[in-house]
């Protein structure tokens, strides 16, 4: 018995080192590593797709603001065409396994964002967890800035969309995945963050907003802070609350959104929000010394808050845009069917916001 076992193991290994000696496997030093890639849109008919891919160059030493990359753009009529073409100009095959950042011009996303991530969702080798954004002017003047603190090429900014490095409250984050999900599901919309090319740089402190697959318009950068802690409350940001000649600063430390559709038996549908903030004072212009002026700056700043965040909720209404998902809340009280869709496009327009906000300031930090 043990003859024949051993002739099937020699068998299996042979096949196995027949695999892996194939010609799939390339060494190192025979890949180009894609780091990010942009899609802008170009003034060519025949090739309407400007595909710029940023290719890192390995170094020995890994020091900040010393990353080496090489840039390399192509015209096409399809993006697979224009990334077939480029791989006529390097000496190495192109590796996408560690691209996890996709830039797109305004237009070129704005058309037919479906059919512009297609190949991204098709291809094996790029992770459903890449970050995507929206350069302006263009995806690539920001793949051509050199960030003084990465190490490695686009690093910078694919650390800036990473929660587990960067908390700001002012930048979106929006990945492959749940982009697609957002364009293909009926009840909630997708968004972009905008990314600017400063010197050394980047700005990213807006966000673009579609209504269903058309992009509908931007939020500027307190606008972008508060919707991205409302669908995100894990961020913590700060709020700058001004009363008089007061200027009180809220660091806050908590932060918990109960977010419904109301549908009050007789009356018309409503959006009920409800703010719970528990946060320090990190600045204030006056003194705050008794429980009674804490109190007094807790009551100020929580109608501040509701009035901010609900002109930010009606700026959103106004364009049509839903990224909270609040059809979703309205379909899963009356049901997904095309009558009750319908019903919610009709209502959704000029439905009332209420925001309620309940401020706890539990210290005023540290003097000495």
Known sequence: MKKPCLAFLLCELILLGAILSGCQFRDIDKRFFVVAMGVDSSDDKDKPYDVTLKLAIPSPEVKPGQADFQLISEKADSIPEAVRVMKSR????????????????????????????????????????TYLGIGKPSSKEVLKIRAKSERLPANALILTFDPSTNTSTYVSTSMVNDFFMRVREDGIDPYLPIIEPQKDTYAINTVALFAGDKLAGSLNRDETRMLNELMNTQRRGQINVASGKNHLFVNVDQ???????????????????????????????????????????????????SKRVKRAMKKIQSMGSDPLGLELRYQAKVGPRQKERE??????????????????????GTMY
């Not at 192109?94 to 037919?112: A, P, T, Y």
């Not at 918990?256 to 990190?282: S, T």
């Not at 429980?291 to 009551?299: P, V």
């Not at 019903?343 to 005023?364: A, C, F, Q």
Request: aromatic share 8%.
């Open 90 to 129: 390097v000496d190495k095959e192109f590796d996408f396994g560690h691209c996890r950042m996709v830039l797109f011009d305004e237009k070129m996303i704005s058309e037919n964002p479906l059919s512009t991530i297609n190949w991204f969702l098709r291809r094996r080798d790029i992770q459903g967890i």
């Open 255 to 305: 932060l918990k959104a109960v977010i419904q559709v109301m549908l009050p038996n007789g009356k018309r549908p409503y959006v009920d929000m409800h703010l719970d903030i528990m946060g320090f004072i990190e600045g204030s212009g006056e003194k705050l010394a008794t429980n009674q002026e804490i109190k007094h700056y807790e009551k100020i700043a929580s109608k501040t808050i």
């Open 343 to 364: 019903e919610w496009r009709s209502l959704y327009p000029n439905m009332d916001i209420r925001v309620h906000t309940n401020l706890d300031i539990k210290g005023t």
